[in-house]
Nanobody, 123 residues
Framework: QVQLVESGGGLVQAGGSLRLSCAAS????????RAWFRQAPGKEREFVAA????????VYADSVKGRFTISRDNAKNTVYLQMNSLKPEDTAVYYC????????????????WGQGTQVTVSS
């Protein structure tokens, strides 16, 4: 069993930056693709970005492409989401999830959700 804990959220002005972290603990020796999702009030959870086990492949939602960067440090069992040029519409609770896979699985496959971290972008 692997537990994921997100951190790094906060309040930032539009145009600012934040870096989120997702630390894994427990059974971390397996190969996991990891992803970030977000859920704004009154909206469904949506995919943000994903990264393969090796870090060699990553994918992004169109809404964040060019502004967000996902990365990972397997030695620290941590995945990061660098968020630049933040917009008010990026306001949401951001969640980390994973799936046992070497490559990138379908978005619907991710599980083992963390508790989330709140990101609020003021205009």
């Amino acid at each position: 069993q692997v537990q994921l804990v997100e951190s790094g959220g906060g309040l930032v002005q539009a145009g600012g930056s934040l870096r989120l972290s997702c630390a894994a603990s427990g059974r971390t020796f397996s190969t996991y693709a990891r992803a970030w999702f977000r859920q704004a009030p009154g909206k469904e959870r949506e995919f943000v970005a994903a990264i393969s086990w090796s870090g060699g492949r990553s994918v992004y939602a169109d809404s964040v492409k060019g502004r967000f960067t996902i990365s990972r440090d397997n030695a620290k069992n941590t995945v990061y989401l660098q968020m630049n040029s933040l917009k008010p519409e990026d306001t949401a609770v951001y969640y980390c999830a994973q799936y046992s896979s070497v490559g990138l699985p379908p978005v619907s496959a991710y599980r083992d959700w963390g508790q989330g971290t709140q990101v609020t972008v003021s205009s």
